[in-house]
C-alpha cells in the first residue's frame, strides 16, 4: 500500500498534464494541418485538466492544516517526476514517428492517455484514506473522457 496524500497525488497528476502538454506541444512542431491542429488541441486539453487539478490542488490545500510546503521544494518534485517519467509519454520514442499521421497522433494519445488511467488506476487501488480516492477517482474519470473523446476522433478519421 502507498502512502501518498491526496496533495502528492494531484502534485503528480500536474506533473503527468505538464509532462502530456510538452509532449503534444513538441510533436506539432513537426507536423503541419489536421494533425498538427489535433496535437495543440491535445496540448490545449493538457493544459486545461493542469489548471483543473491545480484548482483542487490549492482548494484542498486550503483546508490542511499540516504543513505541506515540502511540496514546493524542488527535490521533492524532481522525485515525483522521476516516479512518472517514460511512463506514460515515452520520450525515447521520436516525435517523427508517433505523428507521422492523424491515425498514429489518434493512436498514440489513446495510448498515452490509457496508460494515465493506468498510472491513476494503480494509485487509486493502494490507497486506503477516502478524500485522496475520491480526488484520485475524479482523476480517472477526467482522463477517461480523453480516451473516449480520441477514440471518437479516431473512429471519425477511419469511416
Same mark, same amino acid.
Given at each position: 500500500? *502507498? *502512502?501518498?496524500?491526496?496533495?502528492? !497525488?494531484?502534485?503528480?497528476?500536474?506533473?503527468?498534464?505538464?509532462?502530456?502538454?510538452?509532449?503534444?506541444? *513538441?510533436?506539432?512542431?513537426?507536423? +503541419?494541418?489536421?494533425?498538427?491542429?489535433?496535437?495543440?488541441?491535445?496540448?490545449?486539453?493538457?493544459?486545461?485538466?493542469?489548471?483543473?487539478?491545480?484548482?483542487?490542488? *490549492?482548494?484542498?490545500?486550503?483546508?490542511?492544516?499540516?504543513?505541506?510546503?515540502?511540496?514546493?521544494?524542488?527535490?521533492? +518534485?524532481?522525485?515525483?517526476?522521476?516516479? !512518472?517519467?517514460?511512463?506514460?509519454?515515452?520520450?525515447?520514442?521520436?516525435?517523427?514517428?508517433?505523428?507521422?499521421?492523424?491515425?498514429?497522433?489518434?493512436?498514440?494519445?489513446?495510448?498515452?492517455?490509457?496508460?494515465?488511467?493506468?498510472?491513476? +488506476?494503480?494509485?487509486?487501488?493502494?490507497?486506503?484514506?477516502?478524500?485522496?480516492?475520491?480526488?484520485?477517482?475524479?482523476?480517472?474519470?477526467?482522463?477517461?473522457?480523453?480516451?473516449?473523446?480520441? +477514440?471518437?476522433?479516431?473512429?471519425? !478519421?477511419?469511416?
Amino acid at each position: 500500500m *502507498n *502512502n501518498f496524500n491526496g496533495l502528492e !497525488i494531484l502534485k503528480i497528476a500536474i506533473l503527468m498534464e505538464e509532462e502530456g502538454q510538452k509532449f503534444y506541444t *513538441n510533436g506539432a512542431k513537426y507536423t +503541419t494541418g489536421k494533425i498538427k491542429d489535433f496535437l495543440l488541441a491535445a496540448a490545449g486539453q493538457e493544459f486545461i485538466h493542469k489548471e483543473q487539478f491545480t484548482k483542487i490542488y *490549492n482548494d484542498l490545500l486550503e483546508k490542511k492544516e499540516d504543513d505541506y510546503d515540502y511540496l514546493f521544494d524542488t527535490d521533492v +518534485t524532481a522525485y515525483l517526476k522521476a516516479l !512518472i517519467e517514460n511512463k506514460v509519454f515515452d520520450k525515447k520514442e521520436p516525435a517523427e514517428d508517433a505523428f507521422k499521421s492523424l491515425k498514429s497522433a489518434l493512436e498514440y494519445a489513446i495510448k498515452s492517455e490509457k496508460l494515465t488511467v493506468e498510472v491513476y +488506476t494503480k494509485m487509486y487501488e493502494g490507497i486506503s484514506i477516502g478524500e485522496v480516492k475520491e480526488v484520485l477517482s475524479g482523476l480517472i474519470e477526467q482522463e477517461k473522457a480523453h480516451v473516449d473523446y480520441f +477514440t471518437k476522433l479516431l473512429s471519425e !478519421i477511419e469511416e
